[in-house]
C-alpha cells in the first residue's frame, strides 16, 4: 500500500523567509512518480512539479526547489523568500509507474496549510 | 487550451436524493479520474478510466455511487442515495500519456447534504 505523510499541519512565516515542506512516502513499488500540487483558496489544485523515482537530482524552478532523497523516502519542498501569493494548501502525492511509463491514481498526502503574512 | 470542466460547481441536496456530477477532461487526454476531497483533507481516488474503461474502482463505494464515461471523453459520476457524509468536493482530472501523464484537475463540485 502506498502513505504519504506531510507532518506539518500548517506552517506560518513572514514574508520573505525561506520555508520547507516536508515529505515522507511509503511504497513498496520500485518505480514511481512523485508530486506537489497547490491549492489556493480557490480551490483548483494547480500541478507544481513531477519526479520520477530513478531522477534524484534536486530541481530548481524560480524560487522553488525539491529535494528527492530515496535514502529516507523523502520529497521535501522549499520556497525560497516566501511571498503573500504562496500562501496556500501544498498537497504532496504518489503514483505507481507503469512499464511504458504510465501513471496510477495519485495518493495525497493530507496537504500542509502555508500561510505567508505581509 | 480550455481545462477540465466540471458542473455543476455547487450543489445542496437533502440526504436520500440522488445527485449527479459531470466532467469534461481536456481534449485528447484519455485518461480520466474521479476524487473525493474531504475538508481538511487531501483528495482520494474513487475511480480511473483509461478512455471509456473503469481499470480502478477498488475505492469506489458501488452500493451507492457509480459513474460512466461514455465514448471515452465526457463522465458522469453519481450518487444514489445521497447521506449526510457524502458532503464533500468532488474533483475530476484527465492526464495524457503523450503530455507525460501530468494529472490536470478541474474546480470541483462542492456537494452539501442536509
Known amino acids: 500500500a502506498q502513505k504519504v505523510t506531510q507532518a506539518q499541519t500548517e506552517i506560518s512565516v513572514v514574508e520573505k523567509e525561506d520555508v520547507t515542506l516536508d515529505c515522507v512516502y511509503e511504497?513498496?513499488?520500485?518505480?514511481?512518480?512523485l508530486f506537489w500540487y497547490k491549492q489556493p483558496p480557490s480551490g483548483e489544485l494547480v500541478f507544481l512539479i513531477r519526479?520520477?523515482?530513478?531522477?534524484?537530482q534536486n530541481e530548481i524552478s524560480g524560487r522553488y526547489s525539491w529535494n528527492f532523497q530515496k535514502s529516507t523516502s523523502s520529497f521535501n519542498f522549499t520556497i525560497t523568500a516566501s511571498q503573500v501569493v504562496d500562501s496556500a494548501v501544498y498537497f504532496c502525492a504518489l503514483s505507481e509507474m507503469y512499464s511504458g511509463g504510465g501513471a496510477d491514481g495519485l495518493t495525497f498526502g493530507k496537504g500542509t496549510h502555508l500561510i505567508i503574512q505581509p | 487550451e480550455a481545462g477540465v470542466v466540471q458542473s455543476p460547481r455547487y450543489k445542496i441536496i437533502e440526504k436520500k436524493q440522488p445527485v449527479a456530477f459531470w466532467c469534461n477532461p481536456i481534449?485528447?487526454?484519455?485518461?480520466l479520474y474521479w476524487y473525493l476531497q474531504n475538508l481538511g483533507q487531501g483528495p482520494e481516488l474513487l475511480i480511473r478510466?483509461?478512455?471509456?474503461?473503469?481499470?480502478?474502482d477498488s475505492q469506489l463505494p458501488k452500493d451507492r455511487f457509480s459513474a460512466e464515461r461514455l465514448k471515452g471523453v465526457d463522465s458522469t459520476l453519481k450518487i444514489q442515495p445521497a447521506e449526510l457524509g457524502d458532503s464533500a468536493v468532488y474533483l475530476c482530472a484527465s492526464s495524457s500519456r503523450d503530455r507525460g501523464d501530468e494529472q490536470f484537475f478541474g474546480p470541483g463540485t462542492r456537494l452539501t447534504v442536509l
Open positions: 511504497t513498496r513499488d520500485t518505480t514511481y512518480y
Open positions: 481534449s485528447g487526454h484519455n485518461t
Open positions: 478510466y483509461e478512455n471509456e474503461e473503469a481499470v480502478d
Open positions: 519526479r520520477n523515482s530513478f531522477d534524484e
